[in-house]
């Protein structure tokens, strides 16, 4: 008895799972009149972003770069040459320093340098090369 009464209650359960799945009961909601966000997009990975002025800058392994004034609409500033890098310059000379004490990454990393996951910040007492500050 307790056997046919868990086979029809199975039974059952199928059965409605069938109806409601026929019946066009929808799981989500339609979409309706929706606006269509409009953005442009950069890949720039393991992101660190920094505000100045009215500008957002983010940084990112592999010497990505990019800004923005709105937070959705992005462009690169900066070019992915390790010999002439539209920020840092030569970047295998200018830093070959911090390659000494670091090491050298895998050679696939940006020209053999293992260049990850920078983080940026703001310091007004940092003197630029130019003499000025911040």
């Known amino acids: ?3 046919n009464l868990k086979k029809l209650m ?3 359960m199928v059965g409605v799972l069938f109806f409601l799945g026929a019946s066009g009961i929808k799981a989500q909601a339609e979409m309706g009149d929706r606006n269509v966000l409009d953005f442009d997009e950069v890949s720039v990975h393991d992101p660190s972003i920094i505000k100045s002025n009215d500008t957002y800058y983010v940084f990112g392994s592999h010497v990505a770069a990019a800004k ?3 937070l959705r ?8 040459n390790v010999g002439d890098n539209t920020l840092l310059g030569n970047i295998r000379e200018n830093f070959k320093e911090v390659f000494k004490w670091a090491g050298n990454g895998q050679t ?3 020209g053999g340098m293992g260049i990850w996951a920078p983080d940026v910040y703001y310091s007004e007492s940092y003197k630029n090369s130019d003499g000025t500050t911040g």
């Open 1 to 3: 008895m307790k056997y």
């Open 68 to 70: 923005s004034t709105d």
């Open 10 to 12: 199975a039974s059952l």
């Open 108 to 110: 696939t990393d940006v």
């Open 73 to 80: 609409n992005w462009e690169y500033f900066v070019n992915n």
